[in-house]
């Protein structure tokens, strides 16, 4: 296999982040890309994930990339990009067909059917939106659950229920739109949250069952794993902006010096730490209190293992871990980036941009594993276990 190179570029709310990494020839299956070029711009012209004016997040995406091209030593001409807006949503569908071989041995071209036709029965419910990604998280033939693979099983009906990622099409066609008007040809689209979870969420955690859950500026998105399969995607309206905004308003100070407080960079007499502590505490229990709310509604609340994994600018407060743990009943930890020893790359920040890089880490060949899931109707699940710690 020859040397690839591959870009990840995360569009956020304060920064656009561009990861260039570089998968060496003749590497081994489940050898990670190696971090070799970054590039970082202040981000202008989003809001809660979405672009409101392309051309000013064009100029932010082009003043990245340039960056990234110095450092890495080479032109930027085809990336992978996230989206992470409020727009993204998921939906469950089911998909049932009659196994096409005469001995009615299920075979790879069934399950490919399967989707197919899961996704068929809920293209009518979701209007002006795009499906990003298709994962399959149960199988049954003629009643039964499959454990396990059902390639090779024989039955007369053959079933699924499917999570379907999708977003607004009008999102995803304006961030396409305003990449390639930068000159970089826009290969794939991925969800934030599960671009992050290639690198910050270990195979025990996805296996005993996690979320990972990011505190951004203006959106919290999390990510549900159970059995190494994402179960559950959500982002929430609502991040580490409006603790700024409470302090603002409870303490009666401008944003700039509220923004400082919240981050323990400026202290006074004329407030106390405890009222402080209080107003941020409020925010994240009302914050982690919808991710509780959406727990009980898919009846996953107290029953992950691995608990909270915690990721974002809202994440490294003080209170956040606690708070997590109190309101979730959960245990929780912050999420920490470990890419290789030789990588410069710790700020778990740019998870999302070398995640983004974890998904192009393959070749486009028909006979590799990523490369089939790539042509598999957005199908993730057959590689997630593909370079992962």
Not at 124 to 138: E, M
Request: proline residues 4%; aromatic residues 4%.
């Amino acid at each position: 296999m020859a040397e690839q190179i591959i870009t990840g570029i995360d569009i956020g709310t304060y920064h656009v982040k561009v990861a260039v990494a570089r998968v060496p020839k003749n590497a081994s299956p489940n050898q990670k890309p190696e971090i070799i070029g970054t590039g970082m711009a202040e981000s202008r012209g989003m809001k809660n994930g979405y672009i409101i004016h392309p051309e000013e997040v064009a100029r932010s995406v082009k003043a990245a990339v340039s960056q990234a091209e110095k450092t890495a030593g080479l032109p930027i001409k085809r990336a992978h990009v996230a989206i992470g807006s409020i727009g993204l949503e998921e939906m469950y569908s089911h998909g049932e067909i009659i196994p096409t071989r005469a001995d009615s041995e299920v075979t790879n071209g069934d399950l490919e059917k399967l989707m197919q036709d899961s996704e068929e029965r809920m293209l009518d419910r979701i209007p002006n939106r795009r499906i990003l990604h298709g994962i399959p998280l149960r199988y049954t033939i003629d009643g039964s659950e499959v454990l396990g693979r059902p390639q090779g099983l024989k039955g007369t009906k053959l079933e699924v229920d499917s999570l379907f990622i999708t977003t607004y099409e009008q999102h995803i066609n304006d961030i396409i739109t305003t990449v390639e008007n930068v000159g970089v040809y826009v290969e794939d689209v991925i969800a934030s949250p599960l671009a992050a979870s290639f690198v910050l969420l270990s195979k025990a955690q996805k296996r005993a069952g996690c979320i990972l859950t990011n505190l951004g500026a203006e959106t919290t998105s999390i990510v549900i794993f159970e059995e190494s399969t994402p179960i559950s995607l959500k982002v929430f309206p609502v991040g580490s902006n409006d603790i700024t905004n409470d302090i603002a308003l409870g303490l009666r100070v401008p944003l700039e010096d509220a923004e400082k407080i919240k981050r323990g960079a400026m202290t006074s007499a004329t407030f106390s730490k405890k009222k402080v502590d209080e107003i941020i505490t409020n925010r994240l229990e009302n914050i982690f209190g919808l991710i509780d709310a959406h727990l009980k509604k898919i009846k996953r609340d107290g029953l992950l293992p691995a608990g909270v994994i915690l990721t974002g600018g809202g994440a490294s407060l003080s209170q956040t871990v606690d708070t997590a743990k109190s309101t979730l009943d959960l245990p929780a930890r912050t999420a920490t980036l470990e890419i290789n020893k030789n990588s410069k790359l710790r700020d778990v920040s740019w998870a999302v941009a070398y995640g983004l890089c974890m998904w192009g880490a393959s070749d486009n060949e028909e006979t590799s594993v990523i490369g089939i899931a790539k042509n598999t109707r957005h199908n993730i699940l057959t590689w997630l276990s593909q370079f992962l710690p």
